[in-house]
């Protein structure tokens, strides 16, 4: 078997039908796995589906993970369709960006409440698939997706972003120490610059100076993502757990 080969394995990937949630998505189905995508809007989610359902099973389950409870009825749907699940992506988050003084207390809310609190709500309510997957050679694995945010002190004004970031990969070294023992492996990634959503304003009027803060002189390309993804998926990172892997060609390390 393959060290990359996902076939028969089973991932959830929230936010996953746009930016950085669809290109690990769409690495974890080229590896041979089934892939459920869930996002708020329906029609996204459809769009999604249709784009990788050309390069293996893809199915959308729409959520709003801004809520416990629907954290709750995702998994709970999740679990009618699959007594199993080897892998998920917890992607699925919101920024906000506002100077000091005008920093809204829902600007913390919305943040804090989908890059934080969904995470580890949707952990706890699939533990039960994630444990049916897991065995002490392959364990099941659980990815966060931070940013390098969460690393240093970003330029710009998101106040609630970073420290939802920063909070999320200790939750990541916290659940990696507790769910060890139950054969699952957490581990973040932290996304640098890539052309997403939540990027493309910045990248469109500050992108060349962006790429140039990196020693590799770019911004993120889809595989990159793809490959972080599917390489914590895999039998290649089945030892790797409580880490936090900056993806963003040595701009953190550099900084």
Request: net charge negative; charged share 20%; with cysteine.
């Amino acid at each position: 078997m393959s060290l990359f080969d996902l076939t028969g394995k089973t991932a959830l990937v929230t936010g996953g039908t746009i930016g950085i949630g669809l290109m690990m998505a769409r690495g974890l189905v080229h590896a041979g796995a089934t892939v459920y995508l869930s996002s708020r809007k329906q029609a996204g989610g459809e769009a999604a589906v249709n784009e990788l359902s050309a390069f293996g099973k893809v199915e959308f389950l729409q959520a709003d993970l801004g809520q416990e409870a629907e954290c709750a009825r995702l998994a709970e749907e999740f679990r009618s369709r699959e007594p199993r699940l080897h892998i998920l992506v917890n992607n699925a988050g919101a920024t906000w960006g506002a100077p000091l003084e005008d920093f809204p207390a829902s600007a913390w809310d919305k943040v804090l409440d989908l890059n934080l609190k969904a995470p580890f709500f949707l952990t706890r309510a699939l533990l039960p698939q994630l444990e049916a997957a897991a065995t002490a050679d392959d364990p099941a694995r659980v990815i966060n997706v931070g940013s390098i945010d969460g690393l240093r002190v970003p330029a710009t004004p998101t106040y609630s972003y970073s420290a939802s970031k920063a909070a999320l990969h200790q939750l990541t070294r916290v659940l990696a120490r507790e769910l060890g023992p139950r054969q699952i492996t957490v581990n973040a990634v932290a996304p640098g610059p890539f052309p997403s959503k939540m990027m493309a304003r910045v990248l469109d009027e500050h992108g060349d100076e962006i790429a140039a803060t990196s020693p590799l002189g770019r911004v993120g390309r889809d595989d990159d993502m793809a490959g972080a993804a599917v390489y914590l998926a895999s039998r290649a990172g089945a030892y790797v757990t409580g880490a936090v892997l900056p993806v963003d060609g040595g701009i953190w390390a550099s900084a």
